[in-house]
């Protein structure tokens, strides 16, 4: 009867400890960004969205050249980090145009409707 309930035991602390393990490990991590394709419908529509409003905002026209990275995270809505290459043309004639690298983040809720939650220059095309 001791024999029995030894094996009982070890047993039972085996399938306990395997079944932690395997929660632990198993489980689906969701929330943190995932790289997505330059070319996503969704991502050209945030970055087309983004640059347009800040060029409204500064008054400036300002062009999109190239989307270098995106990635997703998908939350209560979705959030779009984007590292764009924008130009800016001159103001004047006789100087030249700034081309800049910026990391901006783009909320797009439920009901579609797109915001900047980030703007920041950055070298983030390297």
């Known amino acids: 009867m001791k024999n029995n309930l030894r094996i009982f035991l070890t047993i ?12 632990a490990f198993g ?16 991502v050209k529509e945030a970055a087309d969205f983004a640059v347009e409003q800040k060029a409204s905002e500064l008054e400036q026209e300002i062009t999109l050249e190239n989307i270098h990275k995106a990635e997703r995270q998908t939350v209560a809505g979705t959030n779009y980090r984007l590292c764009l290459e924008i130009y800016a ?27 900047i939650t980030s703007w920041e220059e950055t070298d983030c095309a390297e």
Do not use: W
């Not at 030249?96 to 797109?114: F, H, P, Q, W």
């Open 12 to 23: 039972s602390a085996f399938c306990l400890i395997f079944g932690c393990a395997i929660s």
């Open 27 to 42: 489980q689906i991590k969701t929330g943190g960004y995932k790289s997505v394709s330059v070319s996503d419908a969704g």
């Open 89 to 115: 043309p001159p103001e004047e004639a006789e100087t030249d145009g700034v081309t800049l690298y910026i990391r901006a983040v783009i909320y797009k809720n439920l009901k579609g409707e797109l915001k």
